[in-house]
């Protein structure tokens, strides 16, 4: 028999005291959840009160920024809780739209009653629009637009109408040709006689000059191109249809004319590089000149003067004006006013000029003209302005002659605003037998404000002197900034001259005498620009 000790029987007893009396051991109690991502089902367990996220981070599950979760992430599961990880992608497509363009009806005097004329074709302009496409799960679920932006705008179709003129008829010497809508027409010997001359609907008025005989047009049209942004064209008004001659020249913005004295098949011009950017254009300050024949040959160009910087805002481009007897040729660019010196291909200034500066997408250029003689240039000079920090902000502006004789630039007339386009009449013949002429120019209602002010037409002596307003009255609009048209030849009841002034779309014939009232000669409202020569016969 063993005898065991009575320490180890006490111990004995006690242990099995205390684990008799423990209760049973609990085990933490645990959740099924299904996740569905990917095409695939995921089953796992996680503890009782977990989130959604703390599930999916059981199932290393990555969720991307724009993936969607459901129910969402900070949600406390229930047991056999479905959990939906939904995969969420996005495109954009730049797609191109048509924009349908306008039709529009417009009465006009210029045609008999009730006839009928397509004025301007309609085109369809191109609308760019960035599209958002979203998919769930690789499946679309929605299409939004998130920018627009016009490529190309609409060009309205438009017809003309005719009603009866309300105007009374006026002779007039010579022809008058105008832009009316895209189309050119043409009035000769008197106002009522007027008929639409080309009816292609695309002249975007940048050049448009009759010729020193009248029988031929010089012109640009609107270019649905890439790249080109219109093209230089010729008309013979001698025959009916006018012919038409594409000079294959593109780009022109400020300057072509007819070669003086070159009967009618010379043309000078200057070109522009077209830009994505305002203005739309980075000019080249070239000059050069075509020959062309009735046949359809046009030459090689003949460069006279190359491509080159310009000047001070060289930019924006430089204008020309041939002297009146085609042996001369003036410049006008932001920073001066000179001669072309075609022997040597260069520019020969007279006059330099504070560049205006604008702040904005486009720079001024003075007007010039030259007198009926030859000898004397018109032109706006930009001075400075007292107290002026910086001269190119002066809003100072003077008409100035420069003699070409000895060159030396005096300037007229104060205060004029930076649009005064100083214009000389033709030679007239007074009683005492001494040849004169006149300077019509245009004065800023607020010469301090020039650049948005609207203008009003003075005529005064070729020595600046009897300054007289003619045109529109005091207390009516003014006119808006251009080069007026003096008559070719005498043409009032006093055997003065007309001034013909396009205003508020209409051309109106001011006696430059201020006899007479000033007479409206059209009513549509849509008239750009004009030219006036006098026929040969």
Known sequence: MRLYHPVIIAVFLIFNLTVGCSPPQATQSLV?????????TIDITVPAGSSTQSAI?????????????????YSILNDNEEIRVIRVREDFSV?????????????TESLSDQEQLLAQSGVTGTREITYRYLYHDSELVSKDPVKSVVI????????MVGV???????????????????????????????????NTGDMDGRIFSISEDTTWLLFTRRSEDEGIINTLWAASLDTDPPQLFDLDVENVIHFADWVPGSNNNRVAFSTVEPRATAPGWQANNDLNILTFSTSGWVSQWEEMIEVNAGGIYGWWGTNFLWGPDGEEMAYARPDGVGLVDFENGTFNPLLDIIPLQTGADWAWVPGINWSSDGKTLFTVNHLPHEGS???????????????????????IVPQTGMFAYPTASPIRIPASGEQAHEIAYLQAVFPMQSENSRYRITVMDRDASNPVVIFPDQGEPGIDPQQVIWSPASATESDDFYIAVIHQGNIWLIDSSNQSPPVQVTGDGLITRMDWQLTDS
């Open 32 to 40: 099924s959840v299904s996740i569905f991502v990917d095409g695939e």
């Open 57 to 73: 981070d059981e199932a290393n599950i990555s969720v991307g920024a724009l993936d969607l979760v459901e129910p969402p992430v």
């Open 95 to 107: 797609e191109q739209e048509t924009v349908p363009y306008e039709k529009q009806i417009l009465k």
């Open 152 to 159: 190309q705008e609409a060009v309205p179709e438009i017809v």
């Open 164 to 198: 009866q003129t309300p105007f009374s008829p006026v002779d007039i010497p010579g022809r008058i040709v105008y832009l009316l809508g895209g189309n050119a027409w043409l009035m000769e010997e008197t106002t009522a006689n007027r008929r639409p001359l080309i």
């Open 389 to 411: 920090e910086n001269p190119e902000e002066s809003p100072i502006f003077v008409v100035s002659a420069i003699p070409i004789a000895d060159g030396m630039p005096i300037d």
